[in-house]
């Protein structure tokens, strides 16, 4: 089992730029599903960013893509969200989640994930 466990999250104006962190404890990560999920004040949680099991496919929401990057540091058992040219409807509490899923395209909906972060605060401001 592994518990994923965020990071990195924080206020910054629009036009900034932040990286999460998702630092796995318990088991690496290497063999895992990572999914980048957030949820913003009476929304209902969105699909963000993920990579499959074997590092081979990511996907992006429409809404990030070519603004937010995946990256992962194996010897540091850490997947990162790069988060640039933040926007105010960025703002949201952003949930890693991780699954052993061994599917070769990203799942996009949160109950494809089994293990889940407490979640960290970004608030981007205009």
């Known amino acids: 089992q592994v518990q994923p466990v965020e990071s990195g999250g924080g206020l910054v104006q629009a036009g900034g730029s932040l990286r999460l962190s998702c630092a796995a404890s318990?088991?690496?990560?290497?063999?895992?599903?990572m999914g980048w999920f957030r949820q913003a004040p009476g929304k209902e949680q969105e699909f963000v960013a993920g990579?499959?099991?074997?590092?081979?496919?990511?996907h992006y929401a429409d809404s990030v893509k070519g603004r937010f990057t995946l990256s992962s540091d194996n010897a540091k058992n850490t997947v990162y969200l790069q988060m640039n040219s933040l926007k105010p409807e960025d703002t949201a509490v952003y949930y890693c989640?991780?699954?052993?899923?061994?599917?070769?395209?990203?799942?996009?909906?949160?109950?494809?994930?089994?293990?889940w972060g407490q979640g960290t605060q970004v608030t981007v401001s205009s």
């Open positions: 989640a991780a699954d052993t899923q061994q599917s070769m395209d990203v799942r996009t909906t949160p109950w494809s994930y089994s293990y």
């Open positions: 318990g088991r690496t990560f290497s063999r895992y599903a």
């Open positions: 990579i499959n099991w074997n590092g081979r496919s990511t």
